[in-house]
């Protein structure tokens, strides 16, 4: 038999084995255990549960209720909430199972490993123009450009969306859009401002691989001026 996890997205029903390996969990209320290749069509199973972390058990040896889990497609379905057990960050947690039919015969199935990851990721720097030629300022008609980088420590950056506004924590420009990142490094980002003189504010919403997100405000704004230079270019409107 096989036993695999799932994320919570995925509901209590089960899928079918073989999708996305579930290694870092942000609460074990949202993982859901699955198992297939334990039926016996002739008598049945009962079903007995077990938790360990690295080898050592956490959760004993018990019967899971018949009323206790639903049926997945493949075979069984039960969630982790229901043994309200107190899981440990930085160790390796697996789930096994046993099924026994009536006659006494067992078997046994054993998840990989999973790790709770109970913190956000984090911004590491964040700049307006390119890492060669920063900028406070750009020019009517110009391209917002940005690069940053963010990291999380235990399961890893996920995926990263930004947003602009008008002022500060808005998106009243562009609303929060996905952006592509090499680990956690996001290089390139550009994005059309409208034609309008004024301060353009950055928000980034980013997510790790256990699904915990966090917002970063970008504290200083881009400043959207009209000119560059010269004596027709008022003192309070050049961009240089």
């Not at 899981?87 to 006494?104: E, I, K």
């Not at 890492?131 to 940005?146: D, P, Y």
Request: glycine share 10%; charged share 10%.
């Amino acid at each position: 038999g096989e036993v695999y996890l799932q994320g919570y997205t995925t509901g209590g029903a089960c899928q079918a084995p073989g999708g996305p390996a579930v290694t870092f969990v942000a609460s074990p209320d949202n993982v859901t255990v699955c198992a297939s290749g334990f039926e016996d069509p002739e008598s049945g199973a009962r079903w007995a549960l077990a938790i360990f972390v690295a080898d050592t058990e956490l959760v004993p040896w018990h019967a899971i209720p018949q009323e206790g889990h639903g049926a997945g497609a493949p075979g069984l379905a039960v969630a982790l909430r229901a043994f309200n057990v107190t899981f440990l960050p930085g160790l390796p947690h697996t789930v096994a199972l046993r099924a026994t039919n009536p006659a006494g015969l067992s078997r046994f199935g054993r998840s990989a490993p999973f790790y709770l990851d109970t913190t956000p990721p984090v911004v590491m720097w964040f700049l307006f123009g390119t890492a060669a030629a920063q900028a406070k300022c750009v020019l009517l008609g110009e391209e917002l450009r940005a690069e940053w980088a963010f990291r999380d420590a235990e399961s890893g950056p996920e995926a990263c969306q930004w947003g602009i506004g008008t002022s500060f924590g808005a998106q009243d420009v562009l609303a929060y859009t996905a952006v592509a990142h090499e680990s956690g490094y996001v290089s390139g980002a550009r994005v059309a401002l409208p034609p309008a003189q004024g301060e353009y504010y950055v928000s980034l919403l980013m997510t790790n691989q256990a699904g915990l997100a966090a917002v970063y405000h970008v504290p200083q704004p881009l400043m959207v001026l009209a000119c560059a230079e010269g004596a027709t270019c008022p003192a309070d409107m050049k961009c240089m």
